[in-house]
């Protein structure tokens, strides 16, 4: 009888799972991971014949799973009850997993880079989440910090603005801007050594700059608001408020025309919960939403002009738009994980915005996605601000500055970007590169895509062949020695394990 009971449950089980997974709506995209699922593959008799078909679809169906959000949230919330408590400040710890994807001259007082003393969050009380992400708090006071791991270095980026500077001369202004993360400014002072000071950074890239290319410190600009929500508690990213005070910073340095914040209307995104969620894969992030709060300029005339590009799954550019007219600001719903990208809705685009100021200055900013708050505060400084991110862009830097008669250019990114190599090596490289030739055609990318799935098919028939042969081979041998050499093949059976942002909604 309990017998029956059990495989009528069973059975019951698996039909309910089989209607869900195959009738029930599938997710596009993943608030918590903040990517686009994997979608339903384009069909074709070659794609079926190779195999890379029903490999795409094996790869939909796993990835889009309905009700995927909902168990990752209850897995979570498990194992955030499950934390170790370890010490009287309740300091807890998680388990940490690999995350992908997941980077001179001091001639005015003002210039002078000085130690911040964290006077916000001392009560040493915090945790330590996923991927080394550590959060402070609880609640409406939650903040999740990603941690630095840098010492000195900055030097490529140093160069790089240097070589621009002497690329142009005396023709355009070149400024460097970079931003510390929150860690900086919000880390308990009993955490300050799972974090490196970033300062040394900064102070290392001032020393190396040229006398010509002028060093905008928002270092101590920021630590001065550090009582003001000039970062995002839940995101990686600083606040759009942040982004006001470093524009206004910059605005002093290039001696242009600035506004209050009178000057501009505040919105904003209620419940919002940023990239860190996904990072550190903390329920308590999820449920410590806040205010994403923008400001619009008022009283100024502008339009924007957008190039958009067409991105790959290696983020490579396949096609570019024609220019067309746009919203500098886009519109997003209450709860959206997407209001970072309410400027210029994300980075994958060549933004050209037009001013009625009239002063003959032109703005170029090449950022990461840190740089994307800056521009919508400059448009009472200058007639155009044009916008490039150093991973799209695909005509020539040179004679794209030249062609546009830039006068004034701005590096903004983060520290980490300014650490590493790949912002100073992409800037380099946009300077140089031949016109379009960084474009990847859709054509190319589907015969590599069906070359590696041959590829991957002739290597497992390989495989396979040698796996008979050895099997063949066994069967001569002795009985111990056979048992050997199964335990052997066991021990060899490996198995293997954000797509970005989402832009508008």
Same mark, same amino acid.
């Given at each position: ?51 890379s078909?029903t490999?795409d ?11 995927r ?15 170790l ?12 997993e ?18 911040f ?94 006398p ?13 608001h ?21 524009a ?11 506004k209050?914040?009178?000057a ?14 996904g ?32 991105i ?13 007219q ?29 001013t ?87 054509? *190319?990318? @589907?015969?590599? =895509?069906? +070359? %590696?799935?041959?590829?991957? !098919?002739? &290597? #497992?028939?390989?495989?396979?062949? /040698? $796996? *008979?042969? @050895?099997?063949? =081979?066994? +069967? %001569?041998?002795?009985?111990? !020695?056979? &048992? #050997?050499?199964?335990?052997?093949? /066991? $021990?060899?059976? @490996?198995?293997?394990?954000? +797509? ?6």
């Open positions: 009888m309990y017998n029956k009971f059990y495989i009528a449950t069973m059975c019951t089980v698996f039909v309910m799972a089989a209607v869900v997974l195959t009738t029930f709506p599938r997710p596009a995209y993943s608030e918590v991971e903040k990517r686009e699922l994997t979608k339903f593959p384009e069909w074709s008799w070659d794609r079926l014949v190779d195999g078909f490999k679809v094996s790869s939909w169906f796993s990835d889009s799973e309905p009700y959000e909902q168990f990752i949230t209850f897995s979570m919330k498990i194992k955030d009850g499950e934390r408590v370890l010490s009287k400040d309740n300091v807890t710890f998680h388990a940490a690999d995350v992908e994807g997941m980077e001179e001259g001091m001639e005015e007082q003002e210039d002078e880079l000085g130690d003393s964290n006077h916000v969050n001392n009560d040493g009380k915090a945790k330590l989440a996923n991927a080394g992400i550590i959060i402070v708090g609880s609640g409406s006071n939650l903040r999740a910090l990603m941690a630095y791991g840098g010492v000195n270095g900055g030097e490529g980026f140093a160069k790089m603005a240097n070589d621009f500077k002497k690329t142009f001369g005396d023709r355009v202004n070149v400024y460097a801007m970079v931003i510390p993360n929150a860690a900086e400014y919000y880390l308990p002072e009993k955490w300050k050594g799972r974090s490196k000071s970033q300062l040394s950074l900064l102070k290392n890239i001032q020393g190396l700059l040229s010509d290319v002028k060093f905008v410190n928002v270092y101590n600009t920021l630590g001065n550090a009582d003001e929500p000039i970062y995002l508690r839940t995101d990686h990213h600083w606040a759009p408020l942040g982004g006001y005070y470093a206004a910073e910059f605005a002093k340095k290039a001696k242009v025309d600035f209050d914040l009178d501009y209307e505040r919105k904003v995104v209620h419940g919002y919960v940023g990239s860190m969620y990072y550190s894969k903390d329920i308590s992030v999820k449920e410590s939403p806040e205010d994403f709060v923008y400001y619009e300029p008022k009283d100024i005339e502008y339009s924007t002009t957008y190039i958009n590009y067409s790959n799954k290696e983020y490579k550019i396949t096609k570019v738009s024609k220019p067309a746009g919203p500098y600001f886009f519109k997003y719903k209450d709860g959206s994980g997407g209001a970072y990208c309410t400027f210029m809705g994300g980075d994958s685009r060549i933004t050209h915005v037009t009625s100021v009239k002063n003959g200055r032109k703005l170029l900013i090449i950022k990461d996605s840190f740089g994307n708050t800056i521009p919508g505060y400059l448009f009472f400084s200058f007639e155009d601000v044009f916008v490039v991110d150093n991973r799209y862009f695909d005509p020539n830097l040179k004679d794209y500055i030249i062609k546009n008669g830039i006068t004034d250019l701005l590096f903004a990114c983060s520290t980490f970007n300014a650490y590493g190599g790949s912002f100073s090596n992409n800037c380099l490289r946009l300077l140089n590169q031949v016109a379009g030739s960084c474009i990847v055609p859709e054509t *190319e990318q @589907k015969d590599d =895509s069906a +070359k %590696e799935t041959k590829d991957a !098919s002739a &290597k #497992e028939k390989k495989d396979a062949s /040698a $796996k *008979e042969k @050895k099997k063949g =081979s066994t +069967k %001569e041998m002795k009985n111990d !020695s056979t &048992k #050997e050499a199964k335990k052997a093949s /066991a $021990k060899d059976v @490996k198995e293997e394990p954000q +797509k970005g942002t989402k832009e508008e909604e």
